[in-house]
């Protein structure tokens, strides 16, 4: 079956930096996706890997290894706004969008 | 970015009533729109796949004769909830995804409570 794993909750303090990680298995693959999502919107999109490598994008960025089913999304200076569930999902052979069930950052003053 | 708006943002209906929830990509045409399902403290979990011009594939255990989707024009999808209960309260969002196959833009998304 198709799966992708992440923690459920971290907690991380104002200022410091973050690493969310997600372990995929899934039927193909055709990228991976960050989303954030506070409570109650819809989630936004934060970054698209479909090679191995760091694609940096101002304070976020993602990591992908397809070889090890892996990718993490690395956040730096925190604010306290950053405070959100972040959603991982992968896009399979059929491009549709598989989830985790995402993982609710806390950030502390 | 594209934009993909959803209508109403929210409602709030009695149990046994039928809701409407319309998703419209702005300015792109999408062929392929997607409804999803999120539960307080939950992932998306995805409902069904709309396609225009043709019946919509339903996820298992999704039932389709409850959720009425309709995608009768290559810019707009509509979800329906037939006879809703209390369990069906729930944030229904919609995605589109783009002519190249590769992006989904999502919709705000809309709160349903059902009395």
């Known amino acids: 079956g198709q799966n992708i794993d992440q923690p459920t909750e971290m907690t991380a303090t104002e200022g410091a930096i973050v690493q969310i990680n997600c372990t995929y298995q899934?039927?193909?693959?055709?990228?991976l996706f960050w989303y954030q999502q506070h409570a109650g919107e819809a989630p936004t999109f934060l970054s698209y890997?479909?090679l191995d490598g760091l694609e940096e994008k101002g304070r976020f960025s993602s990591f992908l290894s397809r070889s090890k089913g892996y990718s993490y999304l690395l956040l730096k200076e925190l604010q306290m706004k950053d405070s959100a569930s972040y959603l991982c999902?992968?896009?399979?052979?059929?491009?549709?969008?598989?989830w985790g069930a995402g993982t609710k950052l806390i950030i502390k003053p | 970015g594209a934009v993909v708006s959803q209508h109403p943002s929210w409602v709030i209906c009695k149990s046994g009533t039928s809701v409407k929830i319309e998703c419209r990509s702005l300015?792109?045409?999408?062929?392929?729109m997607f409804w999803y399902r999120q539960f307080p403290k939950q992932s998306l979990m995805l409902m069904a796949t709309s396609n225009e011009g043709s019946k919509a594939t339903y996820e298992q255990g999704v039932e389709k004769d409850k959720f009425l989707i309709n995608h009768a024009s290559l810019t707009l999808s509509t979800l329906t909830v037939t006879s809703a209960h209390p369990e069906d309260s729930s944030f229904y969002i919609c995605s589109a995804r783009d002519p190249s196959g590769s992006w989904q833009f999502f919709g705000p998304g809309t709160r349903l409570t059902v009395l």
């Open positions: 300015d792109f045409q999408a062929t392929t």
């Open positions: 899934t039927s193909g693959f055709n990228g």
């Open positions: 890997n479909v």
């Open positions: 999902a992968v896009m399979d052979s059929n491009y549709q969008l598989i």
